[in-house]
Antibody
Framework: EVQLVESGGGLVKPGGSLRLSCAAS????????MSWVRQAQGKGLEWVGR??????????DYAAPVKGRFTISRDDSKNTLYLQMNSLKTEDTAVYYC????????????WGQGTPVTVSA | DVVMTQSPLSLPVTLGQPASISCKSS???????????LHWLQQRPGQSPRRLIY???NRDSGVPDRFSGSGSGTNFTLKISRVEAEDVGIYYC?????????FGPGTKVDIK
């Protein structure tokens, strides 16, 4: 069974940093492109960024609002995805989800339960 | 960037009746590998999103067969053949053909 478990959320002041983790199990994590998605309270889903697999160069891509501030990485030996968030702004307040991307090789359904991040003074 | 639109944004339905949601993209979602990476997600109240349909028309495991997806290019549709109470929630289309990925604004389905 595919499982994704996010952690690391919390309350942080504007300008601060936070690192989120997503522990994956039940599938070949090293073969899956992964994304982070966020959802502000009462709002829709917003894509944050994506990381490819090793054979695709572990390439990352980001949404404009977070580019230059957020960094996605992965540790395939630990089956874990990360989101390093720096220079946080109040508008980054949201629930952050990790999800499995659908690629030409793997297209599994998988979303975590989310971890809330609140950026407030 | 690709922009996704959905209609309607609100869909009151009668139990047992069909429902249909439209999703349009500002560019073709046909990838160079030949796949069309258009997916449908369901988010029930208070829950995480759950994928229902992947690559236009493929139902995920455990998804009732009353859900179906169709379409091509820039126009896509999610249909529920007979709405049940557990189908209440917000439905999103999402494209992962192009970067940045994009979600539709969501369609809120509730019972009349």
């Amino acid at each position: 069974e595919v499982q994704l478990v996010e952690s690391g959320g919390g309350l942080v002041k504007p300008g601060g940093s936070l690192r989120l983790s997503c522990a994956a199990s039940g599938f070949a994590f090293s073969k899956a492109w992964m994304s982070w998605v966020r959802q502000a309270q009462g709002k829709g889903l917003e894509w944050v960024g994506r990381i490819k697999i090793k054979s695709d160069g572990v390439t990352t891509d980001y949404a404009a609002p977070v580019k230059g501030r957020f960094t996605i990485s992965r540790d395939d030996s630990k089956n874990t995805l990360y989101l390093q968030m720096n220079s946080l702004k109040t508008e980054d307040t949201a629930v952050y989800y990790c999800m499995i991307e659908c690629s030409s090789t793997i297209c599994l359904p998988g979303w975590g339960q989310g971890t809330p991040v609140t950026v407030s003074a | 960037d690709v922009v996704m639109t959905q209609s309607p944004l609100s869909l009151p339905v009668t139990l047992g009746q069909p429902a249909s949601i439209s999703c349009k993209s500002s560019q073709s979602l046909v990838h160079s590998d030949g796949n069309t990476y258009l997916h449908w997600l369901q988010q029930r109240p208070g829950q995480s999103p759950r994928r229902l349909i992947y690559k236009v028309s493929n139902r995920d495991s455990g998804v009732p067969d009353r859900f179906s997806g169709s379409g091509s290019g820039t126009n896509f549709t999610l249909k529920i053949s007979r709405v049940e109470a557990e189908d209440v929630g917000i439905y999103y289309c999402m494209q992962s053909t192009h970067s940045p990925r994009a979600f539709g604004p969501g369609t809120k389905v509730d019972i009349k």
